[in-house]
């Protein structure tokens, strides 16, 4: 038998033990028992997510290829409700400003499960580029960022001799 309160709060369950009296007794008075349970409410969430893995351009120090894919693995300690969704920004460094510029920030992108894997292109910059990834849980909270860098080299472009 399956029962689904309507409610939180407290409860009395009751079950009847041979209500039709079929079977012979001495004493009919004994058939009911009951039971006092209080139904709570969900668990509040207030635990961030974690990010437990994150790889880029497959796992590789370095890529030659702009189109990457960025694998995120997430991870919602209890009371969690599941991963909902992450996040990626990705950053270049300049050597004129001395410091990481936002080159491009791709939002949060919605996930039905804990890991993903994200099709990334990276700015056109050749050199380091950084990328930071979130992972949010599907009531709000935010898992602190994972960062982890990858080379861009670009391949040069040779201009043969007597070529315009």
């Known amino acids: 038998m399956e029962w689904a309160p309507a409610s939180v709060g407290a409860w009395t369950l009751y079950a009847v033990i041979d209500p039709a009296h079929k079977v012979p007794e001495s004493l009919e008075g004994n058939n009911v028992v009951s039971r006092t349970l209080t139904v709570l409410g969900p668990a509040v969430d207030r635990r961030p997510p974690q990010i437990d893995g994150l790889a880029l351009a497959g796992g590789g120090s370095d890529t030659a290829d702009p189109i990457i894919a960025v694998q995120i693995e997430a991870s919602d300690p209890l009371p969690g409700w599941g991963i909902g969704s992450f ?3 990705e950053f270049v460094y300049s050597q004129n400003s001395n410091r990481w510029l936002l080159a491009q920030d791709g939002g949060w992108l919605p996930s039905a ?3 993903a894997t994200i099709g990334w292109s990276l700015s056109p910059l050749p050199g380091i ?4 990834a979130w992972a949010a849980d599907v009531v709000g909270n935010v898992s602190p960022p994972l960062r982890l860098g990858v080379n861009y080299v670009v391949s040069p472009d ?3 001799q007597d070529q315009v």
């Not at 580029?129 to 930071?132: A, D, G, P, Y």
Request: glycine letters at 0%; a positive charge; proline letters at 0%.
């Open 129 to 132: 580029h950084l990328l930071q």
């Open 158 to 160: 040779f201009v043969a």
């Open 113 to 115: 499960t804990a890991q």
């Open 87 to 89: 996040a990626l920004r």
